[in-house]
């Protein structure tokens, strides 16, 4: 794009028209695109936002498959998963799961464009067309849309837009040299924008990526101030996760929040091409949490490294004051990750004494790894087969509540108020407590959890409000809620 036009008057204007077009700009918005201090743009608020509160709700300007190995397939046309997916019957290789979808002008039109361009016919589902379609998508955005796009910032390194280079070479696809050039900017774009949209139902890794002009004009903080769910239209509605004052810019996290300060900036240089300044990554304590530490061998004190941005220079234990190398704590932390990937053949009794046993006399409480063994622990009680909610003793669902309350001190240490993991976390809470309070005998613990069960019911409401992938029957709850 030219970037002359990349000013901040010109980044609302074509923003708030991409809104208004979709019935989603409100008159008085409590959010401004505004140069930001980390670079380029930024979204800040123009006025209080109340903790909830939503900011703005945002539409894909472009939507369509993550192009990652083997990535579940969904229909193209209404991007549902289900288990009614079968190939398009005019031979484009493609997935639709109705005939309404097979018939949808979506989906004809890019149904004919890959006809047209590979000169064949496929019977059968092709997963890796499925993969490389995106950018082939893009082709069919109308100028405004395509404006609102070329206004986005691109990664420019060579590695970003293969995507069309599998459609040339891959299946022959013949694309003119406008389209190609396109096309190839809509991956960068991607690359440096997109989103991984929830969909209903969805466990594990999302399919579907989604192109938000608002929301991508975002920048990125280990602390964020914003939160997102999707609605079942695939719109990201956009609420304060903390209160925010006015004039603050709207921050939300491109990494997992329960990432070390390591894994957060090794994961933003190689996906985003930066490095994170922020507050919790210059603090060698992660605001108290220690979450990238490791025991001294010498004395069990925390051992940090001196410089976060350094992870392979010196590491020092606060107590004794013993330094060590880089490179062997990332020789611990390898051994480790390797263990953690094994526990997913393992029984609640090995993970349980692996946390309790080995793992406590190597690092902190609040690690990372032991932060992902006790996520393990706690969606494993409840939800696998002999540790369903019945099976469980009183004694465990002691254990799995505690381990929520561990992770949720975590997540109030660093400082993230009502995000994502909040919910989840609130939930599985939620769930134990619920169950726990029909073993109960005496009325003074049950009113008393009967409180606090409340109080973590209206918070899991809030934050999961609008989000087409909340429990089923948070959802229940919700859908009175918004009839209202
Ligand atoms: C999704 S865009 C955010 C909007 C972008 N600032 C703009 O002007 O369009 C992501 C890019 O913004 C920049 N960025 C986002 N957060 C940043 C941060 N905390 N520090 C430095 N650069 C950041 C990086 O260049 C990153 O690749």
Redesign the pocket.
């Known amino acids: 794009m030219n970037l002359s036009r990349r000013t901040a008057p010109y980044l609302n204007q074509i923003i708030s028209n991409f809104l208004k077009k979709h019935d989603k700009f409100s008159e008085n918005p409590s959010w401004e695109i505004r140069e ?1 201090n ?5 979204v800040f608020t123009t006025r209080d936002v109340a903790i909830g509160e939503v900011i703005f709700i945002d539409v894909p300007v472009i939507l369509g498959p993550r192009c990652i190995p083997n990535c579940p397939i969904l229909c193209v046309s209404c991007f549902r998963k289900t288990d009614l997916l079968k190939p398009c019957i005019s031979g484009c290789g493609l997935p639709v799961c109705s005939n309404e979808c097979q018939n949808s002008s979506f989906h004809q039109q890019e149904c004919r464009l890959v006809r047209q361009l590979r000169h064949g016919e496929s019977k059968d589902i092709c997963n890796k067309l499925f993969e490389n379609l995106t950018p082939l998508k893009s082709l069919f955005l109308d100028q405004n849309d395509k404006d609102v796009v070329l206004s ?2 691109a ?1 420019n390194r060579d590695r970003h837009g293969h995507e069309v280079d599998t459609l040339k070479n891959g299946f022959g696809f013949e694309f003119s040299e406008d389209d190609e050039k396109f096309m190839k900017f809509v991956c960068c774009v991607m690359d ?2 997109a989103f991984e949209v929830s969909l209903s139902g969805e466990k594990g890794d999302s399919s579907l990526r989604g192109l938000y002009p608002l929301g ?6 280990c602390t964020p101030n914003l939160t997102h769910v999707f609605n079942e239209h695939q719109e990201m509605v956009a609420k304060a996760a903390v209160f925010i004052p006015k004039n603050t810019e709207l ?1 939300h996290s491109y990494t997992r929040i329960i990432w070390d300060t390591t894994t957060r900036l090794y994961h933003l240089h190689c996906t ?7 507050l919790r990554c210059q603090d060698r304590t992660e605001f108290g949490t220690y979450m990238g530490s490791v025991l001294c061998k010498k004395c069990r004190g925390i051992v940090s490294p001196v410089n976060p941005y350094k992870s392979y220079g010196k590491w020092q234990c606060q107590d004794c004051k013993t330094y060590i190398l880089g490179k062997d704590v990332k020789t611990l932390t390898t051994l480790l990750g390797s263990i953690l990937r094994d526990l997913d053949s393992k029984g609640f009794e090995f993970i349980y004494n692996f946390l309790k046993g080995k793992l406590k006399t190597v690092v902190p409480d609040h690690n990372q790894i032991a932060i992902a063994v006790k996520y393990k622990l706690i969606w494993l009680l409840g939800h696998m087969d002999g540790y369903k909610y019945k099976d469980l003793t009183l004694e465990l669902l002691d254990i799995k509540e505690e381990l929520c309350k561990d992770i949720l001190f975590v997540l109030n240490k660093l400082q993230c108020g009502q995000c994502k993991l909040r919910g989840l976390l609130l939930y599985e809470l939620y769930c134990c407590q619920r169950e726990k309070i029909q073993r109960l005998k005496s009325n003074k613990q049950i009113d008393l959890y009967t409180n606090e069960i409340q109080n973590n019911l209206d918070e899991i409401l809030l934050i999961m409000r609008y989000d087409v992938a909340a429990p089923d029957e948070i959802k229940k709850f919700l859908d009175c809620d918004l009839k209202e």
């Open positions: 930001s980390v670079g380029g743009f930024g986005l910032i990664h440096a924008n991508s004009l975002a920048n990125h903080s921050v985003k091409h930066f490095i994170c300044k922020c």
